[in-house]
């Protein structure tokens, strides 16, 4: 089975802090993402990451940044964390593009609280 | 761009009745349409996929989707509902255009109260 784990399941971070939140999947996907879940917005997609060192805007990337040095290895940050932040952060991944009808795999999220 | 649409905030139904979350969907192209399920404090799970063929199409713990092209919805079904089956529900659509391909995009999210 494939596996995505956030290390961290629950934070509580002061406002201004530098935050990580790390993600780490287990086959070999190119793919990996991270997502912000909120009540009555869903999921929106803040970065996404194709491959080893490259990285994609998504839909709200503003006050976020992404590192992927291994490409087993995704990390999201927020340089100086902001109490609108306080969220549900989930990731995710897929495997290559070839087949289309391939889902997308999400981590236990991360919830992170911020004072 | 891609968008699917939940017009249920809250979906209410009685134990061993049949259920029904809506999904509408807006693509440019063929749609690859996806549910998913959320239980508490938890990621989101895959149940079924449309990709081509039949219509209907079946998934884990008893669900099955029917797809429908002329009212671009993709309805989330099943025939008698489990107390267990209360979560939040989420319908998505792959991207596979160009520049986007491989994004996926949710819909907000149905939660399903299913009452003993």
């Known amino acids: 089975d494939v596996k995505v784990t956030q290390s961290s399941r629950y934070l509580v971070k002061r406002t201004g802090e530098k935050v990580f939140l790390e993600c780490v999947q287990d086959m070999d996907h190119e793919n990996m993402f991270w997502y912000r879940q909120d009540p009555g917005l869903g999921l929106r997609l803040i970065y996404f990451s194709y491959d080893v060192k490259m990285k994609e805007k998504g839909d709200i990337p503003e006050g976020y940044s992404v590192s992927r040095e291994k490409k087993e290895r995704f990390s999201l940050i927020l340089e100086s964390a902001s109490t609108n932040q306080t969220s549900m952060y989930l990731c995710a991944s897929t495997p290559p593009d070839r087949y289309i009808g391939n889902t997308i795999y999400f981590g236990e999220g991360s919830w992170l609280t911020v004072v | 761009a891609q968008s699917v649409a939940q017009p249920e905030d809250q979906v209410n139904v009685a134990e061993g009745n049949p259920l029904t979350v809506k999904c509408t969907y807006s693509?440019?192209?063929?749609?690859?349409l996806f549910w998913y399920v959320q239980y508490p404090n938890r990621g989101l799970q895959f149940l079924l996929k449309y990709i081509t063929g039949d219509n209907l199409v079946k998934g884990s713990y008893g669900f099955e989707a029917e797809f429908n092209k002329s009212q671009t919805s993709f309805h989330l079904k099943k025939p008698s509902a489990l107390v267990s089956d209360s979560a939040l529900y989420f319908c998505?659509?792959?991207?596979?255009?160009?520049?986007?391909?491989?994004?996926?995009?949710f819909g907000s999210g149905t939660k399903l109260n299913v009452k003993p």
């Open positions: 998505a659509v792959r991207d596979i255009g160009g520049y986007n391909f491989n994004k996926f995009y």
């Open positions: 693509v440019s192209g063929n749609p690859y």
